[in-house]
């Protein structure tokens, strides 16, 4: 579907569908919901901008889509987790505000009490859907930031994604019933294809994300000369493809190994498990790579001293 986006100014882009939508609207004398809905959803979305914005953030652009608007972020993602809740959470609370405004002019009869009301409904409808943790919405977004602090970025992205599955399971479901029981509603259905769709798109920006900090890790670190650590305690006995799930692109992780009688046998560094999975294969186990390196480092002692 992207590859059919226009680009209108060089932070705007729009997908043809949309006019399409707007033209079905007006002809089925629609336009009125269909124009407040997308100016909500903007309004949603600048409050993102204006988020990114403020922490430096940098933005490639909105997206208008049949499904809605999205804010493009540079290389799909920030870095900084608490970032991410911010930017995240700034979307329902922009909600939020315009369902207080609402009542507010509902109340004082500012202007017509029926649209005033779907305001509202929609408002409130967009804020809590987006705050369902799946993915991509806001909700999913901060659920796996929230769990990058905890877990970090691996971990907390796959759960992420299996509570997106069973949402999306449970969507589909509960769309088939009521597509059912009302004969023409499938609006369920079209969310949770939607986020179905979606998950492909998250499932490979995320190991676009992995390969890119392995990628550029280095670089980063001898440029900085600092960077936050974190240290995890293995035993020598484990597939080191196990430990990935424990790394995150905003620390830099230490692991010492330890035996079954729980003396330390030795450090790797995350560079060196990655490196050991590409040489030894996914089922090598972190004390080969330990080894591996051991000897490497012996090889390179014993060079100096000649």
């Not at 940098?58 to 493009?72: A, C, D, R």
């Amino acid at each position: 579907m992207n590859r059919h986006i226009r680009t209108v100014t060089k932070y705007l882009s729009i997908h043809p569908l949309v006019f399409a939508i707007f033209i079905a609207a007006f002809l089925t004398h629609r336009l009125k919901e269909i124009s407040i809905l997308y100016i909500i959803v903007m309004i949603h979305e600048l409050f993102h901008l204006i988020a990114a914005y403020q922490l430096k953030i940098q933005v490639e652009g909105i997206k208008i889509m049949p499904f809605g608007i999205t804010l493009k972020i540079h290389n799909n993602y920030i870095r900084k987790p608490e970032h991410e809740i911010i930017i995240a959470i700034v979307g329902p609370i922009s909600n939020a505000l315009m369902i207080f405004l609402g009542y507010i002019v509902k109340a004082y009869c500012l202007y017509d009490t029926d649209d005033m009301t779907f305001f509202i409904i929609a408002n409130l409808v967009i804020g809590i859907g987006n705050m369902i943790p799946t993915l991509p919405l806001d909700g999913g977004r901060i659920l796996k930031a929230a769990l990058t602090l905890q877990w970090g970025f691996i971990k907390a992205f796959n759960f992420t994604l299996k509570s997106t599955k069973i949402i999306c399971f449970l969507l589909f479901i509960a769309g088939m019933y009521i597509l059912y029981i009302t004969k023409f509603n499938f609006s369920l259905l079209l969310i949770a294809t939607f986020l179905t769709f979606n998950l492909i798109n998250e499932r490979n920006n995320n190991n676009l994300i992995i390969m890119k900090e392995i990628v550029d890790y280095k670089e980063k670190f001898l440029k900085e000369g600092i960077f936050n650590a974190k240290n995890i305690a293995v035993l020598n006995d484990i597939p080191a493809q196990k430990i990935l799930n424990n790394f995150s692109y905003n620390h830099f992780y230490l692991v010492t190994v330890i035996d079954s009688k729980m003396n330390i046998i030795g450090t790797l560094t995350e560079t060196q498990i990655i490196e050991g999975l590409v040489h030894f294969g996914c089922q090598v186990k972190i004390e080969e790579i330990l080894k591996k390196n051991t000897h490497q480092k012996k090889i390179h002692d014993s060079t100096i001293q000649i």
